[in-house]
């Protein structure tokens, strides 16, 4: 089985950072893509950033030059490095993955538990 486990949020205070990993396990073939999402009560989950296995990355508006996202292949992990932090950034961030896992044919994508990030004013 395949599973993502994520780390690093907590409470900061506006202006200040945080550093979200995520981990992924399991017999894996490959990852091609890797992505950070986030979610408060009452709205739908957004993409904040994206990144392939060869590095090209993408950013949600509202946090370009703020967040950079990053990956090592060979520990199958992405990282979220938010700078600059605000209070409309406090939300539950999400890892998520396109992956080919050993046990499967094709690509399946997976979520991780949730990572609160607090950001107070």
Known sequence: QVQLVESGGGLVQAGGSLRLSCAASGTILS??????????????RELV??????????YADSVKGRFTISRDNAKSTVYL???SLKP?????YYCNAD???????GVHNYWGQGAQVTVSS
């Open 31 to 44: 990852i091609p893509v890797m992505s950070w999402y986030r979610q408060t009560p009452g709205k739908q």
């Open 88 to 92: 409309d950034d406090t939300a539950v």
């Open 99 to 105: 992956l080919v896992a050993a046990y499967r044919s």
């Open 81 to 83: 490095q938010m700078y």
């Open 49 to 58: 950033a994206s990144i392939t296995s060869i590095g090209s990355t993408s």
